[in-house]
């Protein structure tokens, strides 16, 4: 992208240098269906669920209308700029895997032609502009001090007036050219306002979501801010020229912009600029715990709001996107049900599809449920890999121990609880899988408790022999049916009865079940496995012996 030179564009007339700007931006060669649409953070804090979820949209629509998918930062409010602040929403994008066609990189760079695609980087432009509404007298130079606006903010609030400067409270409204000479000749600070028009008329707006508004130019007449006194644009002006330049049609914001599209209106119409389209999302909102009722997802209040939280809690990045999807259109959920399926991999997002009204309520339970179905449709070798990476990050100690064996071995051990073959649907996030299969691991086996609940009533000598009988007749190549005989059969043979109306007539010391409940004990010591089995036959016969003897030495010292 060609760098105007600011210090030259103040030497042109305004027209002229919005003239040389705009023929860097020429007209995309797009189909006519093609929706030019971005995401644009500011850089101030972690990568928020609420920016994921509109990066999604954008991603989706873009993508489903051969169109463009914009990243750009609007990092002109540079008090509240948090450092890294831009690599943290960079990371979200790349790591979920939201694909943009034009901005910033992750390394520094920039795609596109279209940029630059840093505001700060952009200040000339705004400058062409901004003194093209001055010339026509739709904006102004500003020189009151904090001091006078703060005199003017009381004497309003004492006679129950509309706060702001405009009309009569600002001073410097209907200056004299050379009174502003003199003051720039003085260096006197400045901002630069918009001057709101006089006439009062009603604004009308129909976003993309269905909904109209209406605004009164009188209730919201404000000369408000174009460029602030570090000479850095503001937001209302900033974003308005790059999505002109940018060829937006489409803008994705949240709802709480509606407040501020009275002087985005204005500002387009004293521009001569065709707005684009509008699509206002609701928020996610969350049940606050202390009240019980519904508000905004809070980046202080609550670790959802940041996606990093959420991946690091083990939800897989495919389930993120699947049921912020689902929550961005109740079509979503009326396929699903159409085509009797969970989740639907080739959902295409349309706008007219996009959720209107009240904001969707984040729901957990229904975030699990989506990452359920979706794990439980990974092979294992994609969940060996995606376990792997998610350890690497967030669990070291248990990726040091699973990316120390085979990885053949992890995939048979995560066979037992998710095996897209048999339907299992046991792990709803990567959180789970350490708890459920990390007795395969002798290291974190050694540190495990035993659950022995199940089996304390036994007397010990029945537990030995049991144990000592199993080891005698069990073989690697006895088949499920074969295993479980030689249970039932060792059972009866120590006094176990094989039903509950054998167990009522005799004196049994308890059902046959509990021969497995004493071989769980001993190989994972948990009173839940997963498939006992398979468990046996990935441990193979020699650890099988090993961990039996240890439950025996337990059981031996814990009873004296």
Known sequence: ??????????????????????????????????????????????????????????????????????????????????????????????????????????????????????????????????????????????????????????????????????????????????????????????????????????????????????????????????????????????????????????????????????????????????PPSYYHVPPIEILDPETKGRRKLSKRKDPEANIFNLLKDGFPKDGIKTYLLWISTSEYDRQTQIQNKPIIPDFKLDPSMLKSGAGSLLDINRLKNISREIIAQMSPEELST???????????????????????????????????????????KYTEIPEKIGFFYNEIYETLEYEISSIQNLPFETIEKIINDFLNRYKEDNTLEDFVNIMKSIGATNGLALNKEELEKTNALGLWSMVPAIIRIAITKRNISPDLYECIRILGTRELENRMNQLLNYLREKNG
């Not at 409010?77 to 990189?105: C, F, H, M």
């Not at 410097?172 to 001057?195: H, M, N, S």
């Not at 995606?386 to 248990?398: C, I, P, Q, T």
């Open 1 to 274: 992208m060609t760098e105007l030179n600011g210090e030259k564009m103040q030497e042109e007339e305004a027209s002229d240098s919005i003239q040389k700007i705009e023929n860097l931006y020429p007209e995309r060669k797009l189909p006519p269906e093609a929706i030019v649409t971005r995401v644009a953070p500011s850089p101030t804090g972690f990568a928020h669920l609420g920016f994921v979820y509109i990066s999604l949209i954008c991603q989706e629509i873009s993508r489903n209308t051969n169109g463009v998918f914009i990243f750009r930062l609007e990092d002109t409010d540079q008090k509240r700029e948090i450092k890294d602040s831009d690599t943290a929403l960079l990371k979200a994008l790349n790591v979920l895997d939201i694909k943009y066609d034009e901005g910033i990189t992750l390394d520094g760079e920039e795609k596109g032609q279209y940029g630059p695609y840093r505001q700060t980087e952009r200040v000339p432009i705004y400058n062409a502009y901004i003194r093209d509404l001055i010339e026509k007298g739709m904006a102004y130079y500003c020189f009151m001090t904090e001091e006078e606006i703060e005199e003017i903010r009381k004497e309003q609030k004492k006679n129950n007036i509309k706060p702001g400067i405009y009309g009569q409270y600002s001073k410097w409204r209907d200056a004299t050219p050379e009174d502003i000479r003199k003051q720039l000749e003085l260096g006197t600070p400045y901002v630069v306002r918009f001057k709101w028009p006089e006439k009062h008329e009603i604004l009308n707006h129909k976003d993309l979501s269905g909904k109209e508004y209406f605004f009164d130019t009188e209730q919201y007449k404000e000369d408000f801010v174009l460029q602030k006194s570090n000479g850095i644009p503001t937001y209302h002006l900033a974003h308005l020229i790059d999505d002109y330049l940018m060829k937006v049609n489409l803008v994705v914001r949240g709802n709480e912009w509606i407040s501020s599209l009275p002087k985005h209106i204005m500002l387009h119409k004293a521009l001569g600029l065709k």
């Open 386 to 428: 995606n376990l792997l990476e998610w350890s690497k990050l967030y669990d070291l100690d248990f990726y040091n121990v699973i990316s120390n064996s085979d990885k053949s071995y992890l995939q048979r051990c995560l066979e037992t609880v998710n095996n897209p073959n048999r339907n299992r649907k046991d792990i709803s």
